[in-house]
């Protein structure tokens, strides 16, 4: 807004020369030529809608790669909407960057959005362009959804499944690296520090929608998030056997280099945790299949509050929090 | 998100002491207990949708007050739903916030945020919290609209009339103040600086929807949002006397502590500029009766490009530029 004069790049150039090619011409967008935009009324049809904020030195470090930032602010958005069941249609951009900020960035930046935008098909219906000392990106995403299908977080009963998608902890052994808290092999290194700079989402949310009910992404911890699922009312006896580490992972866990507590406990894995129905094992294994996904039957939903593993109790070690809010 | 721990104020007592009495408990919000919000399709009405970010330091001062800080975000999007001729229907709020926040600060920024949206009549769907070093609060804005009835930026024709809602430049004058760079007296003082502090957003958009096809809000300055308008294309011919200042602007303007070319080039008045077929002359001056607001004629489109004042060509002072993008 107002006051956007950059040194090397004016508020012109990242729109025209950047951003506008990421309205995919859409009528909605007005091709930035409006003071807002607008999302058409389809029959039937409701919008669900995320808003995710990343910000530097928080969610990412200082001098972490352009794409790396543009994957995070899409994953977690997209993510989000899985997590309801619905697959993304638009969003707005929230872009606050410092005045140094140059053109090789925002290439970067941009490029890395075009190339998630085609991937899991949506396009920018506009946004804002501020000033800043942090850069911090806020986006809301949209999605269409028809009526009263989206999966909520209050319906989960005794005895359904806990099922989770891929693998959980990896993101949190990358995000040691980065702090130099963990000392492996590069080609491990390699590895997870790709999982937590480019951490991408299980989009399997709008295939579950007749089979799920409970569903919440794991942008927390596996504990942490599987807890907010719970809702304070249900419990979950956790077979540890059937925790679904990355066979990377594993060979930290077995060489104690890391806790698997602390794995479960840590992270931004961007996979789904959602419950179904005993008599959907079947159709949900074969939704794996079908996708080439891993989706890991890890407990039940039992009377007794709190998460077991084994029958024993785990307190969560992060004590942090996220709902939208 | 994730490592969201505040000296003085946890995520959950800003979501729950705070914010949570700003969702009116409508379903739409999932009372904050789900990844994300949503908006129920309403039959043949499509949804405008803006985004405005404000920043400390750049859009508000480092200790303005929190009501302030609320009312101008608020204002922002408000004014570019207006524009669209839209009223406001729900928001989310991205909060990023310094450690050192307080319990006294969110409570009054949220009290503000509660009497606009009674105002106005919208609610929040959700949004997120994050830490920052500075300030900074994203929101997005949805009202419904009639399919297609979203006035655009468009369809401006040679002779439609131009018309400016409210008073213009009062905003800006307060701003100077702020900065120390005009020395006035004390009751005049508050004046232009609670224009600037508290601006309102000229809610009359929606009216407007049958009788203008183009308009904008004045976020960046009479004449830089009014060539905006005209898109370059265009021109207009404004008569200096017809330019509505006010009472109060006026008095500065002749006693010559302030040029009204400044006054014309600056400001955040949240006004609306639109243009209308002379036709309708009438009906708008109906319309502004009707509404007890000032809406002045100031000048009708001309095929020369550029914008005129009694004839001599008036080139903005003020570079900066804002769309959506």
Same mark, same amino acid.
């Given at each position: 807004?107002?006051?956007n004069?950059y ?38 049809q ?16 200082? !001098? ?89 977080r ?6 359904d ?36 700079? !480019? ?11 007749? !089979? ?27 077979? !540890?056997a059937?925790i ?7 060979i ?74």
């Amino acid at each position: 807004m107002r006051i956007n004069k950059y040194n090397h790049l004016s508020e012109q150039d990242i729109i025209y020369k950047y951003l506008q090619r990421l309205n995919f011409k859409k009528l909605e967008s007005f091709n930035f030529k409006n003071d807002g935009a607008f999302l058409f009324h389809k029959l039937n049809q409701d919008i669900a809608i995320t808003n995710d904020t990343i910000v530097e030195s928080i969610d990412f470090f200082k !001098y972490d790669e352009p794409e790396s930032i543009a994957q995070k602010i899409v994953t977690c958005n997209l993510s989000d909407l899985s997590s309801m069941g619905v697959d993304p249609y638009a969003y707005t951009l929230s872009l606050s960057i410092p005045n140094k900020t140059n053109h090789v960035w925002i290439k970067k930046f941009t490029n890395k959005l075009l190339y998630l935008q085609k991937k899991y098909n949506f396009f920018l219906l506009g946004g804002d362009i501020c000033k800043s000392n942090q850069i911090q990106i806020s986006a809301n995403f949209f999605g269409y959804i028809k009526n009263k299908h989206i999966i909520t977080r209050e319906l989960s009963a005794i005895n359904d499944d806990i099922w989770v998608t891929g693998s959980i902890g990896d993101s949190f052994i990358g995000l040691l690296l980065k702090k130099n808290k963990i000392n492996i092999d590069k080609k491990l290194q390699d590895y997870f520090l790709q999982k937590y700079l !480019y951490p991408t989402p299980s989009m399997i949310g709008s295939q579950l929608i007749n !089979y799920s009910k409970s569903a919440i992404d794991i942008s927390d911890g596996f504990i942490g998030d599987l807890s907010k699922l719970l809702n304070g009312n249900l419990g979950a006896d956790i077979s !540890y056997a059937k925790i679904p580490f990355s066979r990377n992972a594993s060979i930290l866990i077995n060489k104690k280099l890391i806790s698997s507590k602390k794995l479960m406990c840590g992270g931004d894995d961007y996979e789904l945790i959602f419950t179904s129905s005993v008599k959907n094992e079947f159709l949900i294994r074969a939704l794996a299949n079908k996708n080439k996904t891993k989706i890991s039957k890890v407990c039940r939903i039992i009377e007794k509050k709190g998460i077991f593993i084994d029958g024993k109790k785990i307190h969560n070690i992060n004590n942090s929090y996220q709902y939208f809010f």
